[in-house]
């Protein structure tokens, strides 16, 4: 699936620029996503706007975004106005600073992306700032706005291109000490070795194997014993259409694949 | 036992054949951003939301919705809640550590939510012990429980004087880091440009504290809105210049002299002329939000490159 890229924008290391696009890292896609249907008639439902005084329907062209300066008065703001904002930080990335890598606390990292160059004339550009992070073990400090905040962000090389990571703001991350403040410094020290040794017995290496979802697995295999049961299988007269059995799963993706995209529509519109 | 805060779970750390009380609570929630109320442009009224018939275009109400998976265009299977819960593996309150894993290995672009995790009244040698034996063996724990209605894998890991569980994303919810950059040059820079740009981080080096990060967006949403109520052309965004191929040795040069001749404080070199975005660094210092020192008369003079 070609990715849809959620940002563009520049990246900046003193004087050196270059154009960079930059796509999140997590994606709802491929989950199992169901859609909300009239019992009655088995159609889908799907939301309209309606004016609040007149009760019409609002066509997708008459919606704006509305900022409240007092009840019931609004200033229309459009995506153009938006993104004239006064804050370089709307489209460059500018790195201000350089930590050690594993100086930011990982209850901080907030959401991932991925950042790579957007147009051949920077892939130079890109690959200086990444490899010298590489090289000097550094990851970049500057701040972006992004979903109407102006956010701290990191850079981190990662293979050839930068993972970018969002940071939670302060007042998002809870104090931890009032939640440790009671766990003891110190316990049995001869305890302590023979977690070591469990930990030894039970020590594997990462997988993403590991994150593997029972629960997804469960819902298809649902979805696809009612879908058998929806059509019967008409094996006699072999018609080209019918997949073979063991197809279904592929089947499934592209049906997934298919809501996705609806879902996409309807979001939009909503 | 966190007194005074409400656990998101409670249940039991499992490890081996060793299990403590435990429980989890939020370590970082989401504050509130700027939101915008939808408006009908034609009447400058707000909207309504409502949920309505794709075909008949009637109103449809709560009680008669439900939940389908669409298997063709325009074909539904209707699957009951009820169904759906029962994929749900009953929770035997147990986060179950499978694997631990050496820190350097996690991938942290599968981290979704971080929870304190912390021992109950009755697990505290049990939790002290592992917290101990992971921060001396330097490894993290991935571990399987039902939560929040989901079987979620956490990874575990010693933070202070307790645990911190993040929930990980599934393998199916993370893009392929692989696969995003599979396109960009194999590029491996080296010899002077490489030098340069190591220069030019070494005198940005410094530290980083999130929580003194300040977002300056609803500020500065609140001129843009100022301007357009009086009537005042927005400004125009800036025209960023991109450095050209052939002129990056240069500008890495450049930077690098600039940088040596200017600014010793460690994070707020000041640059000059060359490239993007000086306008919107004056206004701001008009504004007083920033420090003054960026106007004309003290910035360093540019080496002609």
Redesign the interface.
Known sequence: MA?RYYWKG?L????????VAM??????S???R?????????????????????GKP?TD?????????GE?D????TDE????????????I??????PAD????????K?H?L??D???????????R???K??K?VG?S?L?M??????VILEP????I?L?S????????P?D???????????PD??????K?????????S?????????T??LK??DE??KA?KPKKAAKGKAAEAPPKNNVVNIMD?LR??LE?DLKDRKA? | MATGHRAQWKGFLKFGEVSCGVALYTAASTSERITFNTINKASGNRVNRVFIDSETQDPVPKEKQTKGFEIDNGQYIIIDPEEVAATIPESNKTLDIEAFIPCSEVDDVYFDKPYYLTPDKMGGDAFVALRDGMKRSNVAAIARAVLFRRVRIVLIRPHGKGLIATTMNYDYEVRSSKRAFEEIPKLEIQGEMLDLAKHIIGTKKGEFNPATFDDRYEAALADLVKAKIEGKSLPKPKKVEVSKPNDLLAALRESAGLLKAGATEDSKPKPTAANANQGARRERAIRGATSKASSSGTTPRRKAS
């Open positions: 990715p520049y900046k290391l003193s004087l050196v620029t270059c154009p796509t999140p890292a997590t994606s709802e491929e989950k199992v169901f859609h909300t249907l009239n019992k009655d008639t088995g159609n889908r439902v799907v939301s309209q706007y309606i004016d609040s005084v007149t609002v062209k008459n919606e704006a975004k509305g900022y409240a300066r019931d609004y200033v229309i703001l106005d938006l993104d004239r904002v006064a804050l370089d930080t709307v489209k460059t500018d790195i201000e600073k350089f930590v100086s930011i606390e990982w209850v901080y990292l907030e991932p991925y790579m160059p147009d051949a004339v920077g892939n130079e550009a890109f690959a200086v700032i490899d010298a992070m090289s000097d550094v400090v701040k706005v979903g109407r905040r102006e956010r701290a990662r293979d050839e291109g993972v990571w940071l939670r703001f302060g007042d998002e991350v809870r931890e009032s939640y440790f403040e009671d766990i003891e410094d110190e316990v049995d305890l302590v070795p023979l977690v070591q469990l930990i030894k017995q039970k020590s594997s290496h990462w993403p194997n590991m994150v593997s979802d029972p629960i997804q469960s819902l649902l979805i009612k879908k929806l049906a298919k809501s609806a909503g």
